[in-house]
């Protein structure tokens, strides 16, 4: 199994805006840091080799992230033990701080690329239900093979 990550955030003002130039100016070097991270598997991208055009909500100024890694330590690795985390501290200052769960994780079958309607569904029920298998977080885990239950099937709870 892989892992799928999703993350998203509300920008202080539009990709062109000098306030963004900082984020805007780095967004290059940053993927293609994650790119080389071990344990990098895929990530979304349009074609300019970012997902910042790729409007998944109403919103202009909410922007998506969405990878597969190997393992949730790949990803906290490069998360937290890169040089991105120089760019992590600085976030408030390119976006709005969240007033609701901004990522999610869950599993995927190694070879999966995962939709973005699906990925954002995910975050949805992490909103709705907490840490399930479904969609997790950094700090409540949940093991690849724990029962998931599938956003939109009939089932509304996921189990514990």
Known sequence: MHLAQLNVGRLRAPMEDPLI???????????????????????????????????VFDDDLEIVNLTVWESVEALADFVYRTGHT???????????????????????????????????????HLRAHGPTPTAFTFRHRFDPGEETVVPGDDRDVCPA
């Open 86 to 124: 120089a760019f992590l501290r600085r976030r408030r200052e390119w976006f709005e701080a969240p007033s609701q769960p901004i990522l999610c994780l869950w599993w995927v079958p190694e070879g999966t690329i995962p939709a973005i309607d699906d990925a954002v569904v995910r975050l949805e």
């Open 21 to 55: 130039d900082d984020f805007r100016e780095n967004l290059e070097p940053v993927n293609a840091l994650a790119e080389a991270s071990p344990g990098f598997v895929w990530r979304l991208q349009d074609e300019a080799g970012d997902a910042t055009g790729i409007k």
